[in-house]
């Protein structure tokens, strides 16, 4: 399930060479806060799976009803809760009122002072002073920022605070709802070879139902629980120096954390030890009870990426394949850059040739096609681009008539057809003159530098062999027919 984190791509070069945060509960914590019905449902039908809640209990559990706690048709119990709810109507900002993110936020500062005094003897135990805890109150309560440090408050004022603003929250750090939970999780307990109950604790399924439970604990009382068990934690590592075990902690706080409201200990005379007994566990246990268990984990994730229709499929096999070396937008990268390098590879081959062909057209010999070959060339010196034709292929020439009449007109008429065929062609190109009528100006006698005067008149002097010819040519025609 840790797969989906299990690589990065990171496009700016200034991170790269940062850490990686990485929170395997990334998808459970947006279900959480996207779709708590549906991630209710989910934590709850596994919670019942491991333990047994009948339909009253589940309904208290799942806030439909209201909790039925012990003592509460008790007389004696309903005039102490009245009493304190007298009590409470004096109420500050952050003591007595209901947990919230900025009530948590000024109590982390007294968390937080007693992580670095932790081997005061008895801390927790050993009250401090009024005096300078009523102080500390009021600040807290104003919101002014303490200066813990400046050497005024003792670690146990600072400590007696701590358990009195638990003290005074409307409920239980656990809530009222999860009262009967918490009793059936102390009653898991291992199965022998035959099937029967043990008075072994089940450990693995205790932590796992309280994983369960805090899943779905309010926002704020998940956050402070989380806090105070790390404390609580911390210390009872330092009992050698503080002498406060793990047990010794869970009878100071048990009361805050997971007793039911203005309660006596006589209301609780069956459950008391099983509630001292499970913050216990849960102090010693702190810091594998805030993950999730890893089905919740994968049915989170398949829930997001099993919910897009087009793109579900090829994430599960991209995020979870293990034979995957190597992501799929990275093998995209890397043929782009391969067609990238063969496209250039096959430009410089293309110029290469292209070279070659120069140098093999500039050394032939003069002619009309070395010309018609070094226009192409220059027509087409910036227009060539790789996988195009070098050089375009020839325009098919016109067919050249058979007949005898179209032989004279080659022979003595050069010049007048190649004029009337250039007025027919669509590119123009520079006049020239024929090799029938330079051999025949070299025959009269006319120099290669004859006027254009003089090579008009000698043209004019074979009009009369040509008239001749057609004369004889019509005369025989008309013999014949």
């Given at each position: 399930?840790?797969?989906?984190?299990?690589?990065?791509?990171?496009?700016?070069?200034?991170?790269?060479?940062?850490?990686?945060?990485?929170?395997?509960?990334?998808?459970?914590?947006?279900?959480?806060?996207?779709?708590?019905?549906?991630?209710?449902?989910?934590?709850?039908?596994?919670?019942?799976?491991?333990?047994?809640?009948?339909?009253?209990?589940?309904?208290?559990?799942?806030?439909?009803?209201?909790?039925?706690?012990?003592?509460?048709?008790?007389?004696?119990?309903?005039?102490?809760?009245?009493?304190?709810?007298?009590?409470?109507?004096?109420?500050?900002?952050?003591?007595?009122?209901?947990?919230?993110?900025?009530?948590?936020?000024?109590?982390?500062?007294?968390?937080?002072?007693?992580?670095?005094?932790?081997?005061?003897?008895?801390?927790?135990?050993?009250?401090?002073?009024?005096?300078?805890?009523?102080?500390?109150?009021?600040?807290?309560?104003?919101?002014?920022?303490?200066?813990?440090?400046?050497?005024?408050?003792?670690?146990?004022?600072?400590?007696?605070?701590?358990?009195?603003?638990?003290?005074?929250?409307?409920?239980?750090?656990?809530?009222?709802?999860?009262?009967?939970?918490?009793?059936?999780?102390?009653?898991?307990?291992?199965?022998?070879?035959?099937?029967?109950?043990?008075?072994?604790?089940?450990?693995?399924?205790?932590?796992?139902?309280?994983?369960?439970?805090?899943?779905?604990?309010?926002?704020?009382?998940?956050?402070?629980?989380?806090?105070?068990?790390?404390?609580?934690?911390?210390?009872?590592?330092?009992?050698?120096?503080?002498?406060?075990?793990?047990?010794?902690?869970?009878?100071?706080?048990?009361?805050?954390?997971?007793?039911?409201?203005?309660?006596?200990?006589?209301?609780?005379?069956?459950?008391?030890?099983?509630?001292n007994n499970g913050v216990t566990f849960m102090i010693?246990?702190?810091?594998?009870?805030?993950?999730?268990?890893?089905?919740?984990?994968?049915?989170?994730?398949?829930?997001?990426?099993?919910?897009?229709?087009?793109?579900?499929?090829?994430?599960?096999?991209?995020?979870?394949?293990?034979?995957?070396?190597?992501?799929?937008?990275?093998?995209?990268?890397?043929?782009?850059?391969?067609?990238?390098?063969?496209?250039?590879?096959?430009?410089?081959?293309?110029?290469?040739?292209?070279?070659?062909?120069?140098?093999?057209?500039?050394n032939m010999p003069d002619s009309a096609k070395k010309?018609?070959?070094?226009?192409?060339?220059?027509k087409h010196s910036t227009a060539l681009t790789p996988?195009?034709?070098?050089?375009?292929?020839?325009?098919?020439?016109?067919?050249?008539?058979?007949?005898?009449?179209?032989?004279?007109?080659?022979?003595?008429?050069?010049?007048?057809?190649?004029?009337?065929?250039?007025?027919?062609?669509?590119?123009?190109?520079?006049?020239?003159?024929?090799?029938?009528?330079?051999?025949?100006?070299?025959?009269?006698?006319?120099?290669?530098?004859?006027?254009?005067?003089?090579?008009?008149?000698?043209?004019?002097?074979?009009?009369?062999?040509?008239?001749?010819?057609?004369?004889?040519?019509?005369?025989?025609?008309?013999?014949?027919?």
């Open positions: 399930s840790d797969a989906i984190c299990s690589f990065v791509i990171c496009n700016d070069s200034s991170l790269r060479s940062q850490p990686i945060i990485f929170n395997p509960d990334f998808f459970v914590e947006k279900l959480r806060h996207e779709k708590p019905e549906v991630f209710t449902e989910l934590v709850v039908s596994n919670i019942t799976r491991l333990i047994d809640l009948p339909g009253a209990e589940l309904a208290q559990l799942m806030g439909e009803e209201d909790p039925k706690l012990p003592g509460a048709n008790n007389t004696a119990s309903g005039f102490f809760r009245s009493l304190m709810s007298l009590k409470r109507k004096e109420k500050g900002v952050v003591f007595g009122s209901p947990l919230t993110e900025e009530g948590i936020a000024q109590v982390s500062q007294l968390i937080e002072y007693l992580h670095k005094n932790l081997r005061a003897e008895g801390l927790f135990r050993v009250p401090g002073n009024s005096i300078r805890q009523q102080i500390l109150k009021d600040a807290l309560n104003s919101g002014t920022d303490i200066d813990l440090d400046s050497g005024d408050f003792h670690s146990n004022d600072v400590a007696t605070l701590l358990k009195m603003f638990l003290g005074e929250l409307p409920e239980p750090l656990l809530t009222h709802k999860h009262f009967h939970a918490h009793l059936k999780i102390a009653d898991l307990t291992l199965f022998d070879e035959k099937g029967n109950k043990t008075s072994t604790p089940d450990k693995e399924r205790q932590i796992e139902a309280l994983q369960l439970l805090f899943l779905i604990l309010p926002a704020p009382n998940r956050s402070l629980l989380k806090l105070l068990l790390d404390l609580l934690y911390q210390t009872a590592k330092k009992q050698d120096k503080n002498k406060m075990s793990a047990h010794n902690l869970a009878l100071m706080f048990a009361p805050h954390i997971l007793w039911p409201r203005n309660v006596s200990t006589n209301d609780l005379q069956e459950n008391i030890t099983k509630l010693k246990h702190s810091q594998k009870l805030f993950k999730a268990p890893a089905y919740i984990r994968e049915c989170a994730r398949l829930h997001y990426l099993g919910s897009r229709a087009h793109a579900s499929k090829d994430d599960l096999d991209l995020l979870t394949s293990p034979g995957s070396k190597e992501p799929q937008p990275l093998k995209s990268q890397k043929r782009s850059r391969l067609d990238s390098c063969h496209q250039e590879e096959t430009q410089q081959r293309t110029e290469e040739a292209l070279k070659e062909l120069f140098r093999h057209v500039h010309k018609k070959l070094l226009r192409q060339f220059n996988g195009s034709d070098v050089l375009m292929s020839p325009a098919p020439r016109r067919a050249r008539s058979r007949s005898f009449s179209g032989l004279i007109k080659r022979k003595v008429l050069g010049t007048p057809v190649i004029l009337e065929r250039k007025s027919r062609d669509a590119t123009p190109e520079p006049e020239r003159v024929s090799k029938e009528n330079i051999h025949l100006l070299q025959k009269c006698g006319s120099p290669a530098h004859m006027s254009q005067a003089k090579l008009k008149s000698s043209e004019g002097r074979k009009e009369e062999p040509c008239r001749r010819i057609r004369g004889h040519l019509l005369s025989k025609d008309s013999s014949s027919l």
